[in-house]
Every structure is written in C-alpha cells, then in structure tokens.
C-alpha cells in the first residue's frame, strides 16, 4: 500500500473514531500509531472519561475479530487464554480457546485482575502465544491489546509492574474535555448514541503495519531517539528511565505517525510528538520525586529540551516531492 492510500484510510478510520469519541484529535492518531507499530495501548483516565468508549469506538472502525475482557479480582489466567475441555463422549480432550483469541483485545480495567491474571495476558502481549495447560497456540494476526486503568483507585487494586508496563507501546492519558468538547459530546449523546462504521479490514491492516515498517529512517533520527533514552536514564529524579525496548518502541511508533501524516520517512517532529506517551508509563521516580509530586511528562519535555535537536534528515532525491 503507498503512502496516499494509507494516509487516506487512516484518515477514515480516525474520522469514524472521532464520531463516538469527542476530544483532541492526537488520542485517535495515538490509537492508529500503536496499532500500525504492531503495539499495545494503555489508556489511563479517571472514571467517566471515556475510556471504554474510545476503546470500543477503535475496534468498531476495524474489521477485526474483538473481544472484550473486564478484569476482575477473582479473573483466573484460563479465563484469559482458555483451557482443556473434556469431551465425555469419546474420552478425550480439546482446547477451548479463551477470549484473548481475537485480534483486538480489549482489557477493561487491568489494575484489578490479580499478577498471575495479568502476567497471562500480558505474556500473549510480548509472545504473540500463548500456553495453555503445556500447549502452545499462536495467537490470530493482527493481534493488539488495548488496556484500561484508572490512575486513581488503591483500593482492592493490583498496579502493573514496570516490567509488564514496558510491554505498552504506549499510554494514553485522558484528560478532562474542554468546555467546547464537552458540550459537543452532551449534544451528541442526548439522543441516539452515534454509531461507528467498520472501514478497514484485517488485510489492509496487515498493508499498513507493512507500510509503517518499511517507513525511511535516517541514522541521524537513530541518534536521537537514543539519545533521548539515555538522558532520561541518566535523569536524577529517576529511578529507573526508559529501556531499550522503549527506545525501540519510539522508532518503530514515530515510523506510524510519519505513514499517518503521509510520509514514507520520518522527521524529528514524530520522534518528538512521540516521546511522552512511549516513555510516560516507563520512568520510575526516586522517592523524593514521587513526594514532591512526580509527572513523568515533564521530564521529557525537559528531555527533548536539552537533547539537541537533529538536523533534518537527508530526504533521498526519489523520496522529495
Ligand atoms: N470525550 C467524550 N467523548 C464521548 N463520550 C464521552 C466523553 N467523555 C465521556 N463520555 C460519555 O460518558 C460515558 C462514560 O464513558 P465510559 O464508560 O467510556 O468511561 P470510562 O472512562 O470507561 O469510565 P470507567 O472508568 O468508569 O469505566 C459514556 O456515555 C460516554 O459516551
Ligand atoms: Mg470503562
């Protein structure tokens, strides 16, 4: 698929988005990239914010088999991934999938399934399989998590380690809407509730996620994104900064949004946009940090303030137009 072409129906599956959804335009662009970079999404909000709703509204624009998964605290790791089912009349056994089979997979509030519960869920995530009972299953392709949590509630809550964190591509965090927004959403949702159109199909997703993968990189824009990594590492205020895996995630992510803004190479500018919602859920604060009040965006602003700014890549005279 060319870069128009793609642009063009990515387009069309953020419009269909932003019909059930009212807010700033990047949380539906932020969607697109995780699922073009082959990633999960984490989205974080307080109740009432739409978090379900954007989820839904995503996996209603694609022509995906979905599932959804409300996490619970007695939610048991079969109940994710399935088990072993007894046939009584010929004595033997055959696996019934459970519903992380599908290929958008929606985990409404993970912080309140217990470690083992999100581990299995969290394992399909990084493997693309899972086991179940000594039995390895592939899992369907495309395959995407989209989680949900509330940053607020403690209480009979299980916060997802840094290690199953990093496994988020990214996290998107809601946040009040405008006045404007909000009143455009009370107009919309007095009536009937608006309805999303399926406009991308299984195949054309895999065309994407192929044409997002073969964006340009520059080995300037390499530096960059390294560089970044490292200076949020070598942050006092942090305990732990951004992995490897982060760094690669930010590639990979800034490689979308350029196929997203109709270019088959990427700019600075998408490493830049990029780099809070793939390090924000990764940075561990010292505790002094976290007394005084610890928000991991600032320190990547701070971050992308100091590390200096790459010159414009080269375009290859081919790619110019
Ligand atoms: N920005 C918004 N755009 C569209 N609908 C919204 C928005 N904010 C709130 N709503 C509406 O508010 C209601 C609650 O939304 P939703 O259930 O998605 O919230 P949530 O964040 O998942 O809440 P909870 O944490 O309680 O699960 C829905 O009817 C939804 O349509
Ligand atoms: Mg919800």
Do not use: W
């Not at 739409?50 to 088999?65: D, G, I, M, S, Y």
């Not at 927004?181 to 065309?207: F, H, I, K, T």
């Not at 500018?269 to 940075?283: G, K, Q, S, Y």
Request: net charge negative; with cysteine.
């Amino acid at each position: 698929m060319d870069s128009d072409r793609a642009a063009q129906l990515l387009r069309t599956i953020a419009a269909e988005i932003g019909k059930a959804y009212v807010g700033p335009p990047e949380v539906a662009r932020q969607l697109l990239v995780a699922l073009l970079a082959r990633g999960h999404v984490l989205i974080e909000g307080v109740p009432g914010i739409a978090k379900t709703t954007l989820a839904r509204a995503f996996a209603a624009a694609l022509e995906l088999r979905f599932s959804r998964l409300q996490f619970t605290a007695d939610l048991l790791p079969s109940d994710i991934v399935g088990t072993h089912v007894y046939n009584p009349k010929d004595g033997s056994f055959h696996l019934h999938e459970g519903p992380i089979f599908a290929q958008i997979v929606l985990g409404d509030e993970i912080n309140r399934a217990p470690a083992k519960t999100q581990s299995a869920m969290l394992e399909a995530m990084q493997e693309g399989q899972v086991t179940i009972e000594g039995t390895t299953r592939e899992l369907p392709r495309p395959f995407l998590v989209v989680a949900t949590q509330n940053p607020i509630e403690t209480e009979g809550t299980f916060p997802l380690p840094e290690a199953q964190l990093d496994r988020f591509l990214l996290r998107i965090d809601l946040t009040y809407p405008s006045l404007e927004d909000e009143v455009a959403m009370l107009a919309r949702y007095g009536g009937r509730p608006p309805r999303v159109e399926r406009c991308a199909s299984a195949a054309e997703v895999l065309e994407l996620q192929d044409a997002a993968g073969a964006v340009h990189v520059e080995p300037d824009l390499q530096v960059y994104v390294a560089a970044l990594a490292r200076r949020l590492r070598d942050d006092e205020s942090l305990l732990l900064g951004p992995s490897p895996r982060a760094a690669l995630n930010l590639l990979q992510a800034a490689k979308a949004l350029a196929l997203l803004s109709g270019r088959d190479y990427v700019l600075p500018e998408d490493v830049a946009a990029l780099a809070r919602p793939v390090f924000r859920h990764r940075l561990i604060p010292t505790p002094e940090t976290a007394a005084e009040g610890f928000r991991p965006d600032a320190l990547v602003e701070r971050a992308l303030a100091e590390v200096p700014h790459r010159p414009r890549p080269r375009v290859p005279a081919e790619r110019r137009g």
